[in-house]
């Protein structure tokens, strides 16, 4: 079992090495979707820096949703 403190950090890795390159190829189109992965990422990051249990848990899950 993997705890949120692993999990989120994880997560970040993914969108950000896997999932916003694969938007940032497709062009202008992608634009939309990598400023909202940006947001996202970043209160994730705020999330964490503050031990916001209820945050980090809705940044995991909102994170979670981004797919190729």
Known sequence: METLGDALPKEM???RDVVMPAYRDIGPAGGFALAMMRRDL???AKAMAEGD???TIS???ALQDYKL
Do not use: M, Q, V
């Open 53 to 55: 249990l209820p945050g």
């Open 42 to 44: 970043d209160i994730a």
């Open 13 to 15: 890795t993914r969108i």
């Open 59 to 61: 940044a995991y899950k």
